[in-house]
């Protein structure tokens, strides 16, 4: 994209690339056609919003519907790292960061006076630094919508593909109405995999992870 310029579109056009990357953690499976970057963050941001009412009047979720369509938009350059790839937490945080930069100033910095790019670098640092409640409860849905799609995956390849390895996610999710969330889809797991008459893998601590 071309930096530096008024307009929005060089912008527009890196977005196209969160809709062509694929998310890394899947195709160490087999699954080389699968959700895109811009697949997951839409996904997670519906389920913002349906935040249940002990959570949600505590929130301001329209906000948290945008750190969740931003959250993951460094990607489109840097590339989707998965916690398997040999790259420090560190590492991957000073690569986002300045990427995040680069589109908020570099593409953004000189269209409406620059102010729609701060919010954006502001909402994805706020995700982040994760103190936030909003923040919390954004990167639990991220956790969330990764649990959903497992068990998708799982069923359209009829047993024939386990993928429980992603499910120690679930000891991460800090909320108990996402963890409540994450115990039916493990329920549904259960029930699909006993249906086929075969025991899944889980990942992590099974104890934990499995008790739904």
Known sequence: ??????????????????????????????????????????RMSILTMLAPPSLSSQLNIPHCTKMALVHDMAEALVGDITPVDPISKEEKSRRESETMDYICTRLLGKFGGGLTGADIR??????????????????????????????????????????GEFTWVATKIVLPEIQAWAEQVFEERKQFWKKIGREPSWGGDRKSVASA
């Open 1 to 42: 994209p071309v930096p530096d310029t008024d307009s929005p579109l060089p912008f527009f056009h890196l977005l196209e690339r969160l809709k062509t990357t694929k998310r890394e953690g899947w195709r160490r499976f087999g699954i080389l056609h699968g959700e895109s970057i811009s697949d997951h963050m839409y």
């Open 122 to 163: 502001a909402v994805w640092q706020e995700y982040e630094d994760s103190v936030t409640l909003e923040a919390k409860y954004v990167h639990d849905i991220d956790k969330m919508e990764l649990l959903l799609q497992m068990m998708e995956y799982e069923r359209g390849q009829e047993g024939h593909l386990d993928v």
